[in-house]
T-cell receptor, first 114, second 116 residues
Framework: DTGVSQNPRHKITKRGQNVTFRCDPI?????LYWYRQTLGQGPEFLTY????????KSRLLSDRFSAERPKGSFSTLEIQRTEQGDSAMYLC????????????FGDGTRLSIL | AQSVTQLDSHVSVSEGTPVLLRCNYS??????LFWYVQHPNKGLQLLLK??????LVKGINGFEAEFKKSETSFHLTKPSAHMSDAAEYFC??????????????FGKGTLLTVNP
């Protein structure tokens, strides 16, 4: 079963460090999404790609955040100069192109900032 | 604007009894609605989706949901709870305005506890 894969599953780092997460979507899916989920809340949309093009970024995505999907396959999410408030679960999802396509999620990367 | 409200943050049932998880939505456009389930430290799994076809939608693991436009509701039900159903459940809406037919808006979640 080749679902959405995220690495690492857990990341612990000191405040001020840079971190990078990777997402491998379902191979047939053109669209890839990043969400952030804090404790006790539902996930919040961060950004999405159609193939390699980043088509929308949420206001939640500050200048310290950057996402790429260089070849339209896997994606990376980098956070520079991490802050305590960045501690969260970062979820990646993918889907086919088209209206209302269900999004399939990975198991997430849990980021803890010391 | 669109939003989704899950009316209960926590629901507790006994194994073998019915489950009802309530969700109301507000949307200026005809919505698409989903229920996702999240087990501890895992990603989200799609249970079912409504996209303006049949108003009663059947999903996986015996769950179903009914879209009621007059009540702006999309409640999730299951006739008989199983221990493995214990998890967090999210009601999700997509705005169908044509421009943002991909952005999921999540409710705050309902934690389902199943007692033996």
């Amino acid at each position: 079963d080749t679902g959405v894969s995220q690495n690492p599953r857990h990341k612990i780092t000191k405040r001020g460090q840079n971190v990078t997460f990777r997402c491998d979507p379902i191979s047939e899916h053109n669209r890839l999404y990043w969400y952030r989920q804090t404790l006790g809340q539902g996930p919040e949309f961060l950004t999405y790609f159609q193939n390699e093009a980043q088509l929308e970024k949420s206001r939640l995505l500050s200048d310290r955040f950057s996402a790429e999907r260089p070849k339209g396959s896997f994606s990376t999410l980098e956070i520079q100069r991490t802050e305590q408030g960045d501690s969260a679960m970062y979820l990646c999802a993918s889907s086919f192109t088209g209206s209302n396509q269900p999004q399939h999620f990975g198991d997430g990367t849990r980021l803890s900032i010391l | 604007a669109q939003s989704v409200t899950q009316l209960d943050s926590h629901v507790s049932v006994s194994e073998g009894t019915p489950v009802l998880l309530r969700c109301n939505y507000s949307s200026s456009y005809s919505p698409s609605l989903f229920w996702y389930v999240q087990h501890p430290n895992k990603g989200l799994q799609l249970l079912l989706k409504y996209t303006s076809a049949a108003t009663l939608v059947k999903g996986i693991n015996g769950f179903e949901a009914e879209f009621k436009k007059s009540e702006t509701s999309f409640h999730l039900t299951k006739p008989s709870a199983h221990m493995s159903d214990a998890a967090e459940y999210f009601c999700v809406v997509i705005l169908n305005s044509g421009g943002s037919n991909y952005k999921l808006t999540f409710g705050k979640g309902t934690l389902l506890t199943v007692n033996p």
